[in-house]
DNA sequence: TATTGTTATACTCTATAACTATA
DNA sequence: TATAGTTATAGAGTATAACAATA
């Protein structure tokens, strides 16, 4: 198939050739170089997400909703801020997940304002399938040998680290 | 695609013994790892991306619609299937970038059911802009010293290769 | 006064189903 | 009959603005 922009025709950006993070080389910019072709492994793996989320009957929103939820009571301004949206959009997303059991609201008791979620048993339970389907490496990855695997966390894990 | 199979029998992974392309290791698997790690980074860096087509005037859906439309003509069917999504919804998709002055629909000679989308000359300068910023590696990559850049570049070379 | 969450409104994205015009 | 695109409809996601309760 195409959609491919790999072998970066437009990207031959030799522009700043000198100093700074951003090395330019003979074969131009590193950094960019390097972050294409992991955009173009992710934006194809990802096209399946929202067939993904589907299968568990969600919505792709829902499915990160589920994802960010995990680790204890979240207040809704801290989920619309994980979510980049509007704390307006978290109330009806937050509407209909509870309605479907899925998580609950808690009033807080230090800021009455702030209501925390919190996932049900269900929403647990979902959460686990959702992230065991979420986490499965795609065929590209599985089909790397062991050395690049080992590389590739590595360098991962530096670059997370550095954030 | 609701019934859902095992209904919460999970994958237990890491006890698959052995041989395969999936290692399992000490560590645990391996290709999961990398993939968790370099998902992490994604996700992250991906939660800009409704700003960034916002600064651009674009929905993200637009945005994505750009990206897949410069290389020649494109069919609004193939446009669908690269979109994962039903044609139908392709058609107001369009109708709103056509309205913008974006693209043109110009039916095909070969078969006149189908219509061809090409970009304008404004589509095509603004798609220029949105890839410019699509492919700016983030800090976390940018800080990457050279010999990871190398790595991680030759490393998706040979991932993607091997679709 | 400022903040948290809600409501009202409007627009975009998305799928399903019925339709047309071609093939 | 089958396919490409449209239309109609419905529901979900999104932002803005106005609002209530609380701080």
Not at 96 to 101: F, I, K, P, T, Y
């Amino acid at each position: 198939m195409r959609g491919m922009n790999g072998s970066g025709e437009q990207l031959e950006r030799k522009t700043k050739p000198g100093s700074g993070p951003g090395q330019a080389g003979p074969e131009g910019d590193l950094p960019r170089q390097a972050w294409t072709l992991l955009f173009e492994l992710m934006h194809t793996h990802m096209r399946n997400f929202p067939a993904l989320a589907a299968e568990l009957d969600l919505s792709p929103v829902q499915a990160h909703v589920l994802r960010q939820l995990g680790e204890g009571p979240l207040a809704m301004s801290t989920l619309a801020a994980y979510l980049s949206c509007d704390a307006s959009n978290v109330t009806g997303l937050v509407d209909r997940m509870e309605a479907r059991g899925l998580v609950v609201r808690r009033s807080s008791e230090q800021d009455r304002r702030v209501k925390m979620l919190v996932l049900t048993e269900d929403g647990a339970a979902l959460r686990e399938r959702l992230l065991e389907r979420i986490f499965e490496p795609p065929d590209a990855i599985c089909g790397l040998p062991e050395e690049d695997l080992c590389a590739l966390r590595d360098i991962m894990r530096r670059a997370l680290g550095a954030q």
